[in-house]
């Protein structure tokens, strides 16, 4: 068990009692200690349900920092007419359209409909959505992808010339910026309305933690 405390002295401190000490301090402490934590579980009890939906949001609020990261890389992205920068390519596309989709099937909550984007972004949706059933996901049928092979006879002898043709969006679609903002924008929101629907059940003051933990660690 933990608790925290401030002073003038010391503003913004972080103190971690462990639980086996409690005993130690003064009555008064500890019944107020043992107040709190009861009425802290009594709360979370009260807001189980809630609680669970943010859980499982959270995985939402993952993908789609990783969309962020990917369109960030695939902004930056300069075409060489290279294979190593090709496969680069190549990589971050399959990347953004493999947690897209993740992200929109979801589960438990965590997905979103296509429905719920802006009406312009629901065809660049569908191309994600094509595109990851056609090139990636299955081997089948797609307009970005095309089989090249040549056949050539020399004096009786027969060479095959394997070779492939790929279409990209050089930096990633303009849709796909908008599109991981809107996801951005629609998640957040759903993660506000679970923040308001704890402070109705709870009577209570919730808010989702923005940056990293306080650094405590029990000794």
Same mark, same amino acid.
């Given at each position: 068990m933990s608790d925290t405390d401030t002073d003038d002295d010391d503003d913004g401190a972080y103190y971690v009692? /462990?639980?086996?000490?409690? &005993? $130690?301090? /003064?009555?008064?402490?500890?019944?107020?200690? $043992?107040?709190?934590?009861?009425?802290? *579980?009594?709360?979370?009890?009260?807001?189980d349900k809630e609680l669970k939906q943010l859980s499982r949001l959270s995985l939402s609020f993952y993908h789609v920092t990783v969309l962020k990261h990917i369109r960030d890389k695939l902004a930056v992205y300069r075409f060489k007419a290279d294979m190593v920068a090709f496969l680069e390519l190549d990589m971050l596309t399959t990347a953004f359209v493999a947690t897209y989709v993740r992200l929109h099937t979801g589960g438990s909550g965590s997905g979103f409909a296509r429905d719920a984007? /802006?009406?312009?972004?629901?065809?660049?949706?569908?191309?994600?959505?094509?595109?990851r059933n056609k090139r990636y996901a299955h081997v089948a049928d797609h307009d970005s992808v095309n089989d090249e092979m040549e056949i050539q006879e020399?004096?009786?002898?027969?060479?095959?010339?394997?070779?492939? *043709?790929?279409?990209?969006?050089?930096? !990633?679609?303009?849709?796909?910026?908008?599109?991981?903002?809107?996801?951005?924008?629609i998640f957040a929101? *759903?993660? &506000?309305?679970?923040?308001? *629907?704890?402070?109705?059940?709870? !009577?209570?003051e919730w808010s989702i933690a923005q940056g990293p933990p306080p650094d405590a660690t029990p000794t």
């Open positions: 009692v /462990p639980e086996e000490a409690i &005993q $130690y301090l /003064p009555q008064e402490w500890q019944e107020a200690i $043992y107040a709190r934590a009861e009425d802290g *579980r009594k709360v979370l009890e009260a807001a984007l /802006p009406e312009a972004l629901r065809s660049a949706h569908d191309e994600i959505i094509d595109m020399d004096e009786g002898r027969f060479i095959v010339n394997l070779s492939f *043709r790929f279409g990209f969006y050089i930096g !990633g679609s303009n849709d796909w910026t908008k599109l991981v903002d809107a996801l951005d924008e929101e *759903r993660g &506000q309305k679970i923040v308001e *629907r704890l402070q109705a059940r709870t !009577g209570r």
